[in-house]
Every structure is written in structure tokens, then in C-alpha cells.
């Protein structure tokens, strides 16, 4: 099993930046694919970021795109995002997740941290 524990969250105002990062233990989880996810009060979980188990490639969500990046070092157990040009729509509780295989649908995940509180004022 893996179990990731997410960081790294905080208030921040519009325009700046933070780095969130998912530390997870167990033997596996350098050849699972890693995700992030959010969710806003009142709204469903929405995809962020994927990244496969290597690291070579990765996909992000169209409201993401060319101001988040997810980056992954297998030799810590650790999956980051790093998030920059931030607004007030991506205040979110933000979470990681394992996968088995390449996706981006939510319930395709198997393990999920507790997620970490991202609050951008503007």
C-alpha cells in the first residue's frame, strides 16, 4: 500500500506562488502514477496534474496549464506542485492520489491523502 501525506498549503495573495508536496510511504511508489486533485466547497473533485511513475510525462487540466508543474523525486517518495500566478479560483483543498495506471478520472485512484488547504485572496 501507499499512503501519501500531503504539504505544503497556505493563504496566499493573487499572483503569488506555493509548493505543495506529497510525501508517501510504501515500496510501490516509485512505479505508481501520482496525481493532484482539488476540490472547492460546494463543487465537485477536479482533476489538476498527473505525472507517470518515471517522471518523463506529464498532463495538466486545461485551468492549470502553463502555471502549475508537477515534478516527482522517486528517491524520496515525493511528488511536488509547484503552483505560480495563483488566483482566487484555484482556493481549493488540494490532494494527492496513487494510481495503478495512466488516468485522470478521480475514482481511478487508489490511495488519497488527506489533502492540504490552498486559499488565494485577492
Known amino acids: 500500500q501507499v499512503h501519501p501525506v500531503e504539504s505544503g498549503g497556505g493563504l496566499v495573495q493573487a499572483g503569488g506562488s506555493l509548493r505543495l508536496s506529497c510525501a508517501a510511504s510504501?515500496?510501490?511508489?516509485?512505479?505508481?502514477?501520482m496525481g493532484w486533485f482539488r476540490q472547492a466547497p460546494g463543487k465537485e473533485r477536479e482533476f489538476v496534474a498527473v505525472?507517470?511513475?518515471?517522471?518523463?510525462?506529464?498532463y495538466y487540466a486545461d485551468s492549470t496549464k502553463g502555471r502549475f508543474t508537477i515534478s516527482r523525486d522517486n528517491t524520496k517518495n515525493t511528488v511536488y506542485l509547484q503552483m505560480n500566478s495563483l488566483k482566487p479560483e484555484d482556493t481549493a483543498v488540494y490532494y494527492c492520489?496513487?494510481?495503478?495506471?495512466?488516468?485522470?478520472?478521480?475514482?481511478?485512484?487508489?490511495?488519497w491523502g488527506q489533502g492540504t488547504q490552498v486559499t488565494v485572496s485577492s
Open positions: 492520489a496513487v494510481a495503478a495506471y495512466w488516468t485522470v478520472v478521480a475514482n481511478q485512484y487508489n490511495y
Open positions: 510504501g515500496r510501490t511508489f516509485s512505479s505508481g502514477v
Open positions: 505525472i507517470n511513475s518515471s517522471g518523463s510525462s506529464t
